[in-house]
């Protein structure tokens, strides 16, 4: 066993961060173009092809202001001046909210006709087409028309149109009655009608007219739908959004999506319409109310005032009564007045019992808030019934849309019931203070009636007549009056909203071509990245020498060997020119440099597992040595697979297993070859124990003769990360040469058979590459054709 002395001299090798090597991946990147190549152009034509077969959706948009009210008072002289909404219903988030409900959508549809949707049937995609259809239908209102089913309409000729109708079950609906029908089941319709003819079964009923200068080609498909007014409002409505211009802003817009811009158009066109019309209705709600209120008065006093006129009249002309004395006059005038007070305060008191009457009946009616009789004295009640009657607008408004619990919800609820309670209290105050009024006029009305008892009887009575007319006359001028105030405060109102910008088609939301094609664009970019990295992720072979490198950067790479096309083994006499060869040259030069004092160079040749070309590496590297006038020779110690025994013919031979085994001599096991300076001692007969025989004395004996005849000692031996005995050969070898096979060699085996040798120390190591495609560029020096 020879004493190995020397190190390897120092190889600077690249370093690497892994996956994250710009480098590297910028090599695997330019390495595989072609999955870029492939990968644009599928993912650019997938969106063209989405583009062309998709159907877009417009989005439509207005903007309206809502004005601020002139004033927040509520005091009595202007409580008959307009009923204005409260500041919480007038600010922007429930204005949004009464805006998105469900009654103000319904009212749009309902001043629309979108009850019909019409399509035109297509190879890739069906488009809507409102208002530019070849026909229309026109329907039973009052007949049972089937839902959400398509009617297929396919033009035969001119004069007649086939309907197919085919479904699994689908809901009917009055139109005329805004309610459903009930169910069908399974159901099939062909017919083939004419222009206008009815087309009438249990499930519908309408007719199909054909619009003047329209074509409805030969062959031409289109089909239309019936879809209910509560389905239509819940598609707006949840395609509707509102929203403010700013923070702080009273300018609203309003946008809507859907695929028909006309549809979208028109929709927000009636929308603005309610808006205008709900806000001024519920300013003149309560005016309304008044007026109602006020002429069902008119009519009783009316009646009273006629009936009494006629009264008077057929005294006078029964009595011959012209007019009473000027005494008499006096006393009837001071009767009037205070009798007028007092019925006055009586038609206040009958108000406000009213009031508090149905307070107590029925609190959810709001049909008793009716602040009809002016009073300064009395303004507070007023006031509160102003206030309750906004709150109860408000909650209702809300409660209405509300999907789920809202705590604002809760909040107001308890403010009705706060305000319902100062209500009542203050209604209590104001009937005790009518009551020592009414205690007080009919006190003085005692002393007036004494003093008329001095009146004739004649005058008497035609006073009382007269004073009842009087009174009468009065309260009807007084209500007439009150009717003409509420009239024009009603006339007076205006709409809290204007429409700043009508309606019209704000663009495209989907699909967006620009940003699709550029996610397209990264998307090819980044798939096949991604399939690069994946694959380099789950690679677990050795590929190239950025492998090597990033793997193991203490041993150095000492040669490339490319891929050997041609048939025979020995390329160093067979194809001396080729890149294989001058691989082996470049290899049989940098093992000169290293610094080996002894004459005799043994080296070690391995690899992790079988079919690496070790037996390759080795031959060719012999005959490199040999052809420079070194006396070479090739030890075939790979006793368990002797392929080197078959590459020289020698498998009949006798070889290193007999001399192990003192069954024969040196020089019977040693093979001179067809080339000068080379010698090649095989395996022999193949033994059931290898690595003992390896172990023994007989080796150490076999490797001094061989230094003592030789100069080049090329040992070819099993695979080190199967079998220990290329570990035992090192130890009478100077140095060792590990063969990595490109795309080949598994890159964790490799890994702990190297670390295992470098745990113990073994030095002068180097490795091979070998197998490595021509593809791959900066493996060799030349080029394949400088060399052919």
Known sequence: MQERTGTIPPIKQPSGDGVFDFNRILKLVLRNWYLFLISLPLTLGAVYIYHRYTVPVYRATTSILLKSDRSGSLSQSNLIEGFGLSPEIRNIENQIFIIKSKKLVRKAIDLLDFEVEYYRAGRMKDAEIYHSSPFVVVFDSLHPQMLNVPFYISCLNKNSVKVEISTEGANTFLYGKDKNAGFVGTYDFTKTVKWGETVSTPYFSFKLKKLNNSVCEQGGKFYFKFRSPDYIANVFRSRLSVGANSEGSSIMHISVTGTSPGKLVNFLDKLNIVIMENSLERKND???????????????????????????????????????????????????????????????????????????????????????????????????????????????????????????????????VIAESNLQVAIRQVLKNIELQEKELK????????????????????????????????????????????????????????????????????????????KAFMLGLLLPIALIFLKELLNTKVRGKEDLEHLQDKIPLLGVIMHNKAETQDVIHEQPHSVVSEAFRSLRTKIKFMSCQNDTWAITITSTNTGEGKTFCAQNLASAFSITGKKTVLLGFDMRKPRLSAIFDLSEKIGISSYLTNQAEFEDICYKTDYDNLFVVPSGAIPPNPSELISGEKTGQLFKLLRERFEVIIIDTPPIGLVADARILMDYSDCHLYVVRANYTNKEHMGYSLNNLLLENISHMGMILNDVSLKDKGYGYYSAEYYG
């Open 286 to 416: 309560m005016a309304t109310r008044s007026i109602n209120f006020i002429s069902s008065q008119l009519k009783k006093v009316s009646d009273t005032l006629e009936n009494v006129q006629k009264k008077m009249l057929a005294f006078r002309k029964s009595n011959h009564f012209v007019v009473p004395s000027e005494y008499s006059q006096m006393m009837t005038d001071q009767y009037f007045e205070k009798e007028k007070k007092l019925n006055v305060l009586r038609i206040k008191k009958e108000y406000y019992l009213y009031i508090q009457r149905r307070l107590k009946e029925d609190a959810k009616s709001e049909d008793f808030m009716l602040p009809a009789i002016s009073d300064e004295t009395n303004g507070l009640v007023n006031q509160l019934v102003m206030e309750l009657f906004t709150l109860k607008e408000e909650y209702e408004t809300l409660t209405a849309n509300a999907d789920s619990p809202n705590p604002y919800i809760s909040s107001l609820s308890q403010k009705i």
């Open 443 to 518: 006190d003085n009305l005692k002393v007036i009636v004494n003093e008329i008892k001095d009146i004739p009887e004649l005058e008497k009575e035609y006073a009382d007549i007269e004073r009842n007319y009087k009174l009468n006359d009065a309260i009807y001028t007084f209500l007439l009056q009150k009717h003409s105030e509420n009239q024009i405060a009603k006339a007076s109102n205006t709409p809290d909203n204007e429409v700043i910008d009508s309606p019209y088609v704000s663009g495209i939301v989907s699909p967006n071509k620009k940003s699709n094609y550029s």
